[in-house]
T-cell receptor, first 112, second 110 residues
């Protein structure tokens, strides 16, 4: 069984650059979640989708962050322009209905 | 919004000891979940609880869904070095999303 697949696993870029994180949820799952994890703030929900439609984006830090889900098997989280304070591990998770979420292995993002 | 209070924040124990951690909330949840996160990986589901009062075991792990639906605990018996990691509780409501605790970091000394 393929789990949630995220890419890239690591990203290092300079501030001001655009960053795009990618996620492929588990086939058949209809919910997709983007989280950010830092030592200071723990695991924060940024946005989640149901059937490709954004349901709650209240956790998105600011307008520099955007997320899309063009189809049931793909989602992106974009940061433009990136800043050093965006450095964190970003997780994607998916679930079927209101069942438990299954997480990817994350993207470790470093903005210099 | 909903918040979870997870404790303790960290634990340092000797191999073979039992471990207990818990989560409390001011809100009612329909489902309680416990995850474990190893370094460099995403959280992995350990136990899911769906009914108030439910007590569920998974090997050396035991978790309970509190009667009030506002709390849950996780016990690990006879800890081993590979139990090291961060344990998260999560409460799940009908809104479709989960609320996560801040995690309990477990260190096991051989």
């Amino acid at each position: 069984d393929a789990g949630v697949i995220q890419s890239p696993r690591h990203e290092v870029t300079e501030m001001g650059q655009e960053v795009t994180l990618r996620c492929k949820p588990i086939s058949g799952h209809d919910y997709l979640f983007w989280y950010r994890q830092t030592m200071m703030r723990g695991l924060e929900l940024l946005i989640y989708f149901n059937n490709n439609v954004p349901i709650d984006d209240s956790g998105m830090p600011e307008d520099r962050f955007s997320a899309k889900m063009p189809n049931a098997s793909f989602s992106t989280l974009k940061i433009q322009p990136s800043e050093p304070r965006d450095s964190a591990v970003y997780f994607c998770a998916s679930s079927q209905g209101r069942g438990p979420q299954h997480f990817g292995d994350g993207t470790r993002l470093s903005i210099l | 919004g909903q918040q979870l209070n997870q404790s303790p924040q960290s634990m340092f124990i000797q191999e073979g000891e039992d471990v207990s951690m818990n989560c409390t909330s001011s809100s009612i949840f329909n489902t309680w979940l416990w995850y474990k996160q190893d370094p460099g990986e995403g959280p992995v589901l350990l136990i899911a609880l769906y009914k108030a009062g439910e007590l569920t075991s998974n090997g050396r792990l035991t978790a309970q869904f509190g009667i009030t639906r506002k709390d849950s605990f996780l016990n690990i018996s006879a800890s081993i070095p590979s139990d090291v990691g961060i344990y998260f509780c999560a409460g799940h409501s009908n809104a479709g999303k989960s609320t996560f605790g801040d995690g309990t970091t477990l260190t096991v000394k051989p």
